[in-house]
């Protein structure tokens, strides 16, 4: 059992970000990512095509032989996480817009969170709000179309530019002092936010906090990989190996990337 791989899925490319911080926690453990950029963007779909599209990543993970599943989406997160804990026999982890972080933290009492319209609309998303950041004033910002440049590798366009530029006007406006990116997709764009945004605002990202919340799983369940060897790493993508290699040129290790269609 613990020498197989942790399975992770995205809507497409933005979960490698999600994968790095796992990798840097639990270099040993075998990894398979699975990117779904041929049903990106999630952002726009009903829950139902979320749940059916996770079903989908998650039985050709478990054919895999994954042992355990990280949603590496927000979006499938909110939508789909409690269906596929009460459907499936394994731990799944998740990840949600980090708003208690940023809601304890900030000083002026307004944050702003990025995300999908998927993510923004879904009833876990809601019900975090309320619990962890009632007392606050969040600013919520669709990033319509920021997945779809960013699948095509156009971080650095000036398309994607002018977007943000829109998308943290009502955010500045309203005094936020934190912003919170709703979305794994969106840390790729850290180094653009930061030209734009005036040095007191702080960009929230949570790939850490899933990588130590999967090692804590791991722990819990006594599935953890002890092997003193570097983990095997699979790459699957649904559309095009070329845009996903680029995202993971900053891996050093050996890994495998491959299409397949699924
Ligand atoms: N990475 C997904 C998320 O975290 C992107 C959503 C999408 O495909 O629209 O929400």
Redesign the pocket.
Known sequence: MNTQPIGIF???V??TSIWKAIHALLPFENTIYLADSK???????TKEEIIDLCIKNTDLLLSKGCKLVVV???????NAISYLRNNYDIPFIG?EPAIKPAALNSGSGRVGIL??K??LSSSLFLKTSKDHASEITIVEQEGLGL?PLI?AGEINADETRQLLIKYLEPMLSANVDHIVL?????PYLIPVLRELLPPGVKVIDCGAAVARQTKVVLEDNQMQNFSKTPGKIEFYTNKDTRILTSFLEDVDQLKQIEYLNF
Do not use: F, M, R, W
């Open positions: 995205d809507s497409g933005g979960g049903n990106a963007p999630y952002g726009q779909k590496a989406c927000n979006t499938a997160t909110t990840i995300a999908t998927g993510t997945v699948e709703g979305c794994t997709h969106y």
